[in-house]
C-alpha cells in the first residue's frame, strides 16, 4: 500500500494530539492515537507510536503513561497551567479598551493552549458580551505602531475624538493631526493611555488610545527627552488621577484609621503613615490635585480631609460649594 503524503507529519500529528486531547483526566490509549492518524491517511502500528512517544519525551513533552484499565497517555505540564489561563481569560474579559470581537479572538486562542476538556472551562467563563467595551477595532495597531515610534525614537501624528449625543465620532481640532512625542503607554482606570510630550505646549499630555485614529509614525525625532526621558512611569503614574496632567504637589491629607488599606491601594507600602490619635493619622503624597482626586477625597464621605496645602483645600472648598449651589439651585425650580 502506497503512504499517505502525510506519512512524515506522524510525529507532529501525534503532538497536536496529545496537546488537545488529552489531560490528567482524559488519557488517550494507543488505539486511539492510531483512529487518529487514520483519519489523515496516516498508518501507525504500536511499536512505531511507542518509539513516537519517547521521541516526544527526549524533545521536553512531559507525556504520562497511565496503567491498568482505562489507562492511556496524557500531556502532564504545559507551557501554562489551567488556573493561568483563566487568569489571562478574566484579564482580557475586564479590559475595556479590548473590543468584545477582539475579546473572543483572543479567547479562542487562549483555549487552543490547553486541552479541549480544560478549554470547556475557559469558555464557559465568558461573559464578554454585556461588558462595557471599546468601539474602536483599530487599537491593536495603534498599540503597535506607538511602540514601534518609542523604539525608534520617533513622533507620532493622529487625529483625536470624542463621541457626540449621537454616538458618532467628533474630532477635535477640526480633523486635525496631534503630533506629540510618545514615552510609554500605561493602564489607567480600565483604559489604556499614551503619555506623551507635546512640543508646541511644553508639556506632559496623556491620550486615550482607543481614541485615537490614523496614527502615523513622523520623520522627526522625539522631543522632551529632559522632561519624560528619565522618568520613572510607575511613581509618576501612582500621582496621576483620571488621567488628568498638570503638576504634583505635596498633598496632606487627616484620614480616620479604617481608610489606611485604601491609601496604601492607591499609593503603595511605602507610603509614610504618621499616626495623630487613636481614631486618625495622616499622609503626605505627591498627586496631581485634579478634580478626580478631589471627588477621591470627597468619595470616603467625611473620612478624609486635605490639611494642606491651602490651595489644594480651597479647591476642595470651591469645588463643594459649586456642586451644592448647583443642587440647590434645581430645588428652587
Partial sequence: MAKSPNQKLKIVYLMDFLRRSSDENHPVSIADMIRYLEGYGISAERKSLYDDIEALRTYGMDIIQ???????????????????????????????????????????????????????????????????????????????????????????????????????????????????????????????????????SGQVRHYRVDKMASIRISDKVREGKNVLGGMNMAEYTEKVFGMFAGTAEKVRLSCENHLAGAVIDRFGKDVIIVSTDDKCFTVTVDVIPSPQFLAWVFGFEGGMKIVSPASVAEKMSRLLKESLAMYESEEAK
Avoid at 82 to 111: H, N, W
Wanted: charged share 25%; proline share 2%; hydrophobic share 35%.
Fill in 66 to 200: 497511565v496503567k491498568g484499565p482505562g489507562g492511556g497517555y496524557y500531556l502532564g505540564s504545559r507551557e501554562f497551567e489551567l488556573p493561568e489561563l483563566k487568569l489571562l481569560v478574566d484579564s482580557v474579559q475586564a479590559s475595556r479598551f479590548i473590543t468584545g470581537k477582539k475579546s473572543m479572538a483572543l479567547i479562542k486562542k487562549v483555549e487552543a493552549l490547553t486541552s479541549t476538556y480544560e478549554a470547556g472551562t475557559l469558555h464557559r467563563q465568558v461573559y464578554v458580551s454585556n461588558r462595557i467595551k471599546t468601539m474602536n477595532e483599530s487599537i491593536y495597531y495603534n498599540v503597535d505602531k506607538i511602540h514601534t515610534a518609542i523604539a525608534s525614537d520617533r513622533q507620532i501624528l493622529f487625529k483625536y475624538f470624542e463621541y457626540s449625543v449621537s454616538k458618532e465620532r467628533s474630532f477635535r481640532r477640526g480633523g486635525q493631526e496631534y503630533a506629540v512625542s510618545p514615552y510609554a503607554l500605561t493602564w489607567n482606570n480600565e483604559n489604556y493611555y499614551l503619555i506623551a510630550f507635546d512640543g508646541l
